[in-house]
């Protein structure tokens, strides 16, 4: 009954209950909404450094990743691998060769880390098959010697890079808020392709006013870009002696992840080629990276790779890029903190609430008190009633957050225009699918009743001083 | 049976600029079934007497026993229990909770007595129908008339059985005909399931229905007398 005669009481003034579930709704819509952006955004940061870059487990030779020597591979790789793949734990291996070298073109060149890579297995271990951009190539074609796939930042490098102003990207601008009315000047360079980015954004300068060149540069680069089909590139490395080599090879395909700096030193051609090329041995590569079901077993099982092969430095993807977990811990503590935050501003006004609704019921809680209501149930009901009131707020504003984040997780939020460009500098997507885990729901919601505990002590104490005779006497 | 026995009362309420002596040695004592008014005027120290045997106020000095019981000397958690068990209350302004029905009004006080639903549930409908609102009892507070009010506030005070009820001018705020029932209704339950009443009034209709009429001027019984 002391339960029911709470609830009753939360809405005795609906009016002001519902101004402070409403704070509290909109608080914590606010705050949670934030944790799963940010939460996102690590997790595809995540995501995509383990399925783009690291994968779950590398195998190197102890001393490889030092200099980046090619001499240190590693040997047996076959059996070795044929060994992890019995482990049911382990869905995909690969194994690559990995040489520094100069990419050139007649309009550029660029240093690279160049990745003699298996296609197939590879394209089981990692998700770069996917990332190659619509209608500029394909993935490595069978049996053609000397392709290479290579990233759009090193394409611009390599002056690879043409731009054509298409109805996509006046589509593009026009969703993005671009005014109409600039558009019209923009059709007399409707499919006329530029050679360089310069030479295109002169003239949209000359089109337009070069504010908005400016303001809608990441789309106008985006939605226009082309690059060259099939251009040869020549490679130049140190082959197994030491000497000086190099090879023309051909653009298969044009990728772009979400990571500039990955995608700036990073070009894959075909190991056998790349053992041609060299003179290495292509069943001696220099890293294995291995997909297992569940990248939370990645840590353990690399332990037990490492007890298995001492001679061999095994690391999981935690320990490839520490800072992928670092950020993700990082994220989590300042999200609860951003949440406390958010519940302590809102508690002063629930405290405020609760002290004006025993004010108005002074009386009342002196006839209580008469009748024989004793003070630990005088209490237990007002901190019922503040725990009410701050509860329907966050139930209500829980539920709205995982409405609006089921649908962004699907639909996704695009910052591309916002932040584009810094974004891709530190090798995050400007996709973002906001997303929220369980044990924040846990969290939150724990933290709610902490904090509507905390608030209702105050209003609750000041309950029980109540004399009931002065408390029955009084005019309120 | 003498259920209140008060010796020696004094309270003396004492504020920053005055010392008020409300109530000055009152020796007083009550018997099973008693209609008692406790009548003076305005100031006289009619409520303060009447709190004081209720545990609602502390006397400075005397003593009160209930049922043998000396309540000045219960520890606040104890005294509350004890109200909650031996005391009914009437107040001026009915004091219901305004969110529960009439129902659930009186059968308030049964729950914090931890008696089970079914016999909150019978009482409570049978308190109502003996002060004549047995077609109210899902009537919130503010849906009856200031008469009705109070006669759930007395079907409250009797709902937890108690020894005797206070009731602190409790035809104060209604208009003669509500006071005549409800007097009629506190009549009939004194004299036939001798519940004992004890009101303070102003009021000269309670006054005249009493059967006892204990006079209080400057904090002293000035008359006792029983028709």
Redesign the interface.
Known sequence: ??IS?AW??V??NKLRSLVVIFAVMIGLLAGSFGVALMEGVAKKRAKSAIHNEISHIQIHHPKFQENFEAKFNIKSADELISEIYKDPEVVAITSRMVVSGMINTSGGNTGAFIYGIDPETEKQVTDIHTYIKDSIGNYFENDKRNQILISETTAKKLKLDRYKLSQKTINALLSAAFPVKDTIALYSILDKQFRSQKNYFDKLRELINPDLVEEFQFIFIKYSILFKERAKIVINLQDYNGQITGDKFRVTGIYKTSNRMFDEKTVFVNKKDLAALTGYNESKPHEIAVLLEDRSTAKNYAEVLREKYPDLKIESWGEIDPMVIMIAEYLEIFNYFLIAFILAALAFGIVNTMLMAIMERT??L??????????K?IFSMIMLETIFLTIVGAVVGLVVNYGIISYLSEKGIDLTKQMGEAFEAIGYDTMIYPEMGLNYYIGITLLVIFAAILSSVYPALKAIKL???DA??TDA | MKIIEVTNLHKIYNSSEVKVHAVRGIDLSFEQGEFTAVVGPSGSGK?TFL?MM?G??NPTEGKIFIDGINIGELK??KL??F???NIG?V?Q?Y?L????TAK?NV???M???GRSKNERNERAISLLEQVGLGDRINSRPNKLSGGQQQRVAVA?ALA?KPKFILA?EPTANLDSDSTANLLDIMENLNREENITFIFSTHDARVVKKARRVVTIEDGKVVSDLTK
């Open positions: 009954m002391l005669v009753k009481n809405w005795r009386k009342e002196g006839m209580l008190a008469a009748i024989g209501m004793n003070r149930r004399n009931p005779a029955v006497r | 409520t709190n209720g609602l106020d606040s958690s509350t229990d109200r909650m068990k209350f107040f302004a004091n909770i305004p969110v529960l659930e059968e308030f006080i729950h914090l007595q409250r937890s602190d």
